[in-house]
């Protein structure tokens, strides 16, 4: 039977890791994966979580299971700061802890599935395993532009995607800091999909990965805050990884908001079976020294300063990246009002190649970079290496 199955590609995005690890170069740029880097590139574990690590090594007293709804602590002290104290107080949201965002994302479109979803909505291009999932849970992705060439939010694609929209479908969103493009949609236009959202049967999906490191935990979550207040129901998926530092800990969380709470008591035990017929239960420690971190004020406001630092410093590269103008045929300055850790370059796939062979810079193979790859000794040369391939 197993000789039936087809060779799959590598992930490209994971496959870029071992190719930047391989390449002995010592001047090589690692614009690929999303992980932050400090200015002197590397992606340190938080101050804030190793506290927090120390006291659950010294005060843990069990790893015994908890179930497939994970560290409800971590949930709940997590809430306030996806929703605001009033919403993370509604009892019709309630949520759970997942691996990562990867399984909020597949848990929230599961359940959309479950509920009688067929078509899902979505900006494009965007994160892709949103794709990957799509496709292996059989639901149809309709795609609409997300961006302009002008590197801003095409908002009338997605209105027009909204306006063909109606029962068995769901849009994926992303809150803040859009991955790949950094093309985020402004207040006046979450105030718009907000007010569509509310009068259409479609269910909104939020993935929330990046929170904090747009513009600041409040504003990055306006978005999603006010599809929510507008909706009778939504889903959430949140990650950990990059505003905790968190990755291979696997750190996420899915909420759901329903009309009522009977509702909501059916969709948390869809998740439930969900959950533990996929992975059982998530991994504890990452949560866990989240939860100590937001029970703490100390913890917290340590986490709270080296978030604004990283998120600080992503900005300065973004300004730094307008500076420079243009490289060859590549206009810079969209980059400086963007946000969040990612960027889309206009590249083909000779020239992507010709950066990494020829220059040792490494990009997605869809011209996304990493912002927070580029640091002030590597940013020059990454801008006259792109002058070169395009220009
Ligand atoms: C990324 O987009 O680079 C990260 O979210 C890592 C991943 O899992 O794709």
Redesign the pocket.
């Known amino acids: 039977m197993l000789e039936r199955l087809n060779q799959q590609p590598p992930d490209a ?1 994971l496959a870029l890791i071992k190719m930047h690890a391989a390449d002995p170069r010592a001047d090589k740029i690692d614009l690929g ?2 992980v932050y880097r400090t200015g002197q590139g590397d992606t340190p574990v938080f101050g804030a979580i190793k506290g927090a690590e120390r006291r659950l090594v010294e005060e843990q007293a069990s790893k015994s299971y908890l179930g497939p709804e994970g560290d409800m602590g971590f949930v709940h002290g997590l809430a306030p700061i996806v929703f605001g104290a009033d919403m993370a107080a509604s009892d019709r949201i309630e949520g759970m802890q997942t691996p990562g965002g ?1 399984g909020a994302v597949r848990l929230a479109l599961a359940l959309a599935k479950a509920g009688g979803c067929k078509r899902v909505m979505m900006g494009t291009p965007s ?1 892709p ?1 949103h794709a990957q999932i799509l496709d292996d849970l059989g639901l149809e992705l309709v795609a609409f532009d997300h961006a302009t060439s002008e590197g801003d939010a095409n908002f009338a694609a997605l209105e027009q995607a909204l306006s063909g929209a109606g029962e068995g479908d769901a849009v994926l969103l992303h809150g803040c800091c859009h ?2 493009t950094g093309v985020d949609y402004s207040n006046a236009q979450w105030d718009a999909i907000a007010a569509m959202l509310a009068d259409s049967p479609v269910l909104p999906v939020l993935d929330l ?1 990046y929170q904090g490191l747009g513009q600041g935990l409040e504003e990055d979550a306006y978005g999603l805050r006010t599809v929510l207040a507008a909706v009778p129901e939504a889903l959430v998926a949140y990650s950990c ?1 990059k505003n905790f530092g968190l990755y291979r800990d696997r750190v996420g969380a899915l909420w759901a908001m329903a009309a009522d709470t009977d509702v909501l008591d059916r969709v948390l035990s869809n998740a439930s079976s969900l959950a533990r017929a996929n992975w059982s239960m998530p991994p504890d420690h990452g949560g866990a020294a989240v939860r100590v971190v937001l029970e703490d004020a100390d913890l917290t406001a340590q986490w709270l300063d080296e978030l604004e630092q990283m998120r600080t410093r992503i900005n300065q590269v973004r300004t730094k990246l307008g500076e420079a103008g243009t490289a060859g045929s590549v206009d810079l300055t969209p980059y400086a009002r963007q946000q969040g850790m990612f960027a889309m370059l206009p590249l083909s796939k000779e020239q992507i190649v010709a950066l990494r062979e020829d220059h040792g810079i490494y990009m997605a193979g869809s011209g996304r970079i ?1 912002v927070a790859g580029l640091t002030t000794a590597n940013i020059g040369t990454f801008v006259a290496a792109l002058a070169k391939v395009t220009g």
């Open positions: 995005l994966v999303g990867t994160w395993n991955n790949p990965a990884d990493n």
